[in-house]
């Protein structure tokens, strides 16, 4: 359809802006949890974990919504 073709590109581009962001959440959160645990340092490791989590529920979401529309 033409007249959403608009909308479906915005849509593809959040998702793919939202996977990405999931993506490099998921990273950082993995590399802030190695440097807390090296550290033993437990509050770093749980803020690591939130930011994990967080990733893997971005990347999760994005990839629910690809497979749903």
Do not use: N, W
């Not at 909308?7 to 949890?33: H, N, Q, R, W």
């Amino acid at each position: 359809m033409a007249y959403t073709h608009a909308i479906d590109a915005l849509k593809g581009v959040l998702i793919t802006l939202g996977t990405s962001i999931g993506a490099v959440m998921l990273v950082y959160g993995g590399i802030k949890f190695a440097m807390a645990f090296r550290q033993m340092d437990q509050q770093g490791e749980h803020q690591a974990v939130y930011s994990v989590v967080a990733g893997g529920v971005l990347l999760g979401l994005g990839a629910l919504v690809s497979i749903l529309t």
